[in-house]
């Protein structure tokens, strides 16, 4: 598997995490050692990406609770 195939594999999985979940779900069970590894990189991926995205959504929302980023 080419660099360029398994850097957009990755992207797709940070910017889908559904597809990263998937992928690497069916890839992890493939006998092939380097599907299984990429499987589990995207599979990583996917859920960083998911943390990541809960992180920011909390830390927005409360910063819009504060007085001082209201706007008001």
């Known amino acids: 598997m080419s660099g360029g195939l398994k850097f957009l594999l990755y992207l797709v999985s940070f910017l889908i995490p559904i597809v990263g979940i998937i992928l690497g779900i069916i890839w992890m069970n493939d006998q092939e050692l380097d599907k299984k590894a990429v499987g589990k990189n995207c599979l990583i991926v996917a859920i960083v990406s998911i943390v ?6 909390f830390a927005l929302s409360a910063m819009s609770v504060l007085p001082a980023f209201s706007g008001y």
């Open 52 to 57: 990541l995205s809960c992180v920011c959504w």
